[in-house]
Every structure is written in C-alpha cells, then in structure tokens.
C-alpha cells in the first residue's frame, strides 16, 4: 500500500465536472484574460443609497437619504446595471482582474494554472480555481489539488484563498482535514480601504497547500491501514449522524412529528453512506477501511444528499458540507 506524490505540470485532471458545472473551464495565463474568457469582464462601483416614503394623500413620495450605506452594483460591458448589496461606507470594492491579478505570479512562476472561472448570485460572488502541478495517487486512486480564489461584491465576505484536494474519481471535495489549523490553511483579506492582496501572502498560500498535500497523503495512509468490519461501520455513521437517545430508542408511534422527521433524515443519510461504503463503485480500493468510512460520507455529503439546490462547486466554495466531513474524519483520528 503506498501514497505517492508526482509532479505533471500543466496536466488537467481527469474529471473537473463539478467546478466546469459551476463556472466555465478557462486556458488562460493571466486573471485578466480569466475574467474575460469566463464572462467575469465587468465592473464594481459604490452608490448613494436612498428610500423612499410616500406620505398618505399627499403628492409625490420623498426620497430620503440612508446615511451609512452604499449600494454595490454591477455594470456589464453591454451596458447592464445589476444591484448586488448594500454595504457600509468603510467598504472598497474589488474590480475582479485586481482582486485576482496577484495570483499571476504562481501562473508565471509554473506553480500552478487557471483551470476555471465563475459567478453566482448574479455575480454578488465570483471565483477561480487554480490547479498545482501536484497530484496525489493513493492506492492507485488520483487525486487533484487546486487553489481556490474567490471574493464576494455584497458585503457578505472577504477575499478568500484556500488549497482544496479532489478525489477524481468521484469528484469528491475536501476542503478541511484539521478544524483546529483551518485558520492557518486560509487566506483572507476584508474590504477595507486598505486592504491589499500581497504577492508574499499568495507565496505563503501555496506553501501551506503543498503541506495540506503531505497531511493528506499521511493521513490516507494511516486510515487505509485500518480495517473495520461492518458493525463497526454501523456504529461509525450513527456517531456521524446522531439521534437524541429519546428519539433514537422511543418507538416511532410515540415521537412527535419533527422527531420522527430527525429520524427519518438521520436514517437516510446513516443508510446511504452505508450503501456507498459496502456497494459504491468508488469504494473498491478503499472499501473496509477507515479511509473508506471517511470517503463514504464526503460522497454522501458531496453527491448522496437530497434537495442539492446548487451545484458542487458551489456548495463546496460555500463550506455548507464542512461540518459534517471534518465531524466524520475527527470520529476516526481524535
């Protein structure tokens, strides 16, 4: 059993179906001409803010001023004007090319390439992803790691940098592997006037992924070694998905109807990560492992979960599936 790490520059992965399904695949070797191939070529300005009242049976309403408040909107190069939020005064909004231009150093420097570009809530969110020339194979099963870059233009986030490694074969995302040292594994920088992304800070960025790389490979290496039997794994995703001891040993007449919801909910995801452990395709070199266990409820977290309003890369970017993952992989490591 080994876990190797192998240099392929300029290489694509094999499967990048959930980042080309949220943004749009690019080939090229500035952030300028990312925003451009992507559709990302527009711009960012500040406005006045205003509300208006109309006084019952009187003429024509009033526009009153909102102190405080400046509207974020996007203008497109054909001209469209889209609002995107409403922010603080003390907000500096980013055009995309700048907040993105910084990461051209790792394009010329070989450490990495634009792979894909994209927006979301009308582009009140915008991002890119870099793959590293490092992928990862474990057990014979690829693996690709990226940089991702993204920044929001409505006042609900910052600036944001983060390694994230992909299982190819079913495109599973880990964005986390330590809760503790995500701080350390992310970059983040506020919209404040003076803010600046600094070439050092992306330098440093990329040092901390080549480690997240290593971490990972290590600890792919320590769970495949263990192998589990299938109580175990029963055992496994009860823990990860938890009842209430009242709602998990009461029989199901005598719950309430939100209990017997939880239970419900609970019992899908113990079930199909069970099914994906014993039965998924993308199991086989992994299956009654612990490595396995871990994988089997990323896939669910990723793939298996009902009412996937957004895409992959989205809710990946979101970190809305974290919790669970980290939760999973600290049932097995702490």
């Given at each position: ?126 991002w890119m992803l870099l793959q590293l020339p490092n992928e990862m194979e474990i057990k014979g099963d690829p693996h690709a790691a990226f940089l991702l870059a993204k920044t929001t233009h409505d006042g609900s986030g910052s600036v944001l940098i ?173």
């Open positions: 059993m080994t876990t190797t790490v192998v240099d392929r520059p300029q290489v694509a992965p094999k499967n990048m179906s959930a980042w080309i399904k949220s943004g749009v695949a690019v080939t090229a070797t500035s952030a300028s001409d990312v925003s451009r191939q992507a559709g990302l070529d527009w711009t960012v300005s500040l406005h006045d803010v205003t509300t208006t009242y109309q006084i019952p049976g009187q003429g024509l309403p009033i526009h009153i001023p909102v102190k405080n408040k400046q509207a974020v909107v996007k203008t497109t190069p054909t001209g469209e004007v889209i609002p995107l939020g409403i922010v603080g005064t003390k907000y500096k909004p980013f055009q995309n090319a700048e907040v993105f231009s910084v990461l051209d150093t790792l394009i010329d420097s070989g450490d990495a390439r634009y792979a894909a570009a994209g927006e979301y809530d009308a582009g009140a969110k915008v983060r390694p994230i490694i992909e299982r190819l074969w079913c495109s599973n995302q880990i964005n986390k592997i330590f809760r503790a040292r995500d701080k350390q594994h992310t970059y983040t920088l506020r919209h404040t006037s003076n803010a600046r992304l600094d070439v050092n800070d992306v330098r440093n960025i990329l040092n901390i992924t080549y480690s997240s790389i290593e971490q990972y490979s290590n600890l792919a290496n320590v769970l495949l070694e263990r192998e589990v039997t299938r109580s175990y794994a029963v055992d496994y995703f009860k823990k990860v998905f938890p009842l209430p001891s009242k709602i998990e040993d009461t029989p199901v007449h005598l719950l309430s109807q939100g209990e017997k919801k939880q239970r419900t909910n609970a019992n899908f995801a113990r079930h199909t990560a069970m099914n994906i452990f014993t039965s998924s395709p993308t199991q086989e070199n992994i299956r009654d492992t612990q490595f396995g266990l871990w994988q089997a409820v990323v896939e669910y977290a990723d793939h298996g979960k009902p009412n996937k309003a957004k895409s992959l890369g989205i809710r990946t970017m979101s970190g809305a599936s974290d919790n669970i993952k980290l939760r999973a992989l600290e049932l097995l490591t702490v």
